[in-house]
């Protein structure tokens, strides 16, 4: 059984960074791409970006492109979330999810099946 | 504003039918047949009904269906039940820089 375990709510300072884990539990790690979305309080989803650990490949959307670092550590089968610059707009839940690598589209994982159970990062002075 | 644009609410009657769109544009929704919706009670992450348009993942009640025609694809729920009532989102692979956009999500209510 898939299962996906973030860590613990974190509060920031505007300019500081934040690093999220998601470990992964069931599977092959490998056989898996990690995805992270976000949802702003009382707001929509939005995607931020992937990784597939078995190509060591990224994508990010560009609104994130330069502030965002996604990772992923085989060993541990956890993977990684760093947003930098952080600014009040930042603060969210966010959410690892994990899909087959054989249910990509152009490298990109299109559509989300196992979920993490959400972080949330308050950046507030 | 999101990238796909979805009512913000609907309603109906337990028993009932309802419907939620998702309208994108030729690069997005109406280009490629890789739509999917999500259901997400409060608190709560999201939860996968519907994939590559039409598929349902295994466990998804069949009471969940979905269809697209030209750049807006659609949601229907039938038999309404009061565990349904929660919100809707939509999503879409996109030849955007972004790969992947979301709709800005549709709250159901079960009257």
């Known amino acids: 059984q898939v299962q996906l375990v973030q860590s613990g709510a974190e509060v920031k300072k505007p300019g500081s960074s934040v690093k999220v884990s998601c470990k992964a539990s069931?599977?092959?790690?490998?056989?898996?791409?990690i995805s992270w979305v976000r949802q702003a309080p009382g707001q929509g989803l939005e995607w931020m970006g992937g990784?597939?650990?078995?190509?060591?490949?990224?994508n990010y959307a560009q609104k994130f492109q330069g502030r965002v670092t996604i990772t992923a550590d085989e060993f541990t089968s956890t993977a990684y979330m760093e947003l930098s610059s952080l600014r009040s707009e930042d603060t969210a839940v966010y959410y690892c999810?994990?899909?087959?690598?054989?249910?990509?589209?152009?490298?990109?994982?299109?559509?989300?099946?196992?979920w993490g159970q959400g972080t949330l990062v308050t950046v507030s002075s | 504003q999101s990238a796909l644009t979805q009512p913000a609410s609907v309603s109906g009657s337990p028993g009932q039918s309802i419907t939620i769109s998702c309208t994108g544009t030729?690069?997005?929704?109406?280009?490629?047949?890789?739509v999917s919706w999500y259901q997400q009670h409060p608190d709560k992450a999201p939860k996968l009904l519907i994939y590559?348009?039409?598929n349902r993942p295994s466990g998804v009640s069949n009471r969940f269906s979905g269809s697209k025609s030209g750049n807006t694809a659609s949601l229907t729920i039938s038999g309404l039940q009061a565990e349904d009532e929660a919100d809707y989102y939509c999503?879409?692979?996109?030849?955007?820089?972004?790969?992947?956009?979301f709709g800005g999500g549709t709250k159901l209510t079960v009257l």
């Open positions: 999810a994990r899909d087959p690598v054989n249910t990509m589209v152009q490298g990109v994982i299109v559509f989300f099946h196992h």
């Open positions: 069931g599977g092959t790690f490998s056989s898996y791409a």
């Open positions: 990784i597939i650990p078995i190509f060591d490949t990224t």
């Open positions: 030729s690069s997005d929704v109406g280009g490629y047949n890789y």
């Open positions: 590559d348009v039409s």
């Open positions: 999503s879409s692979f996109t030849t955007s820089s972004s790969y992947v956009v």
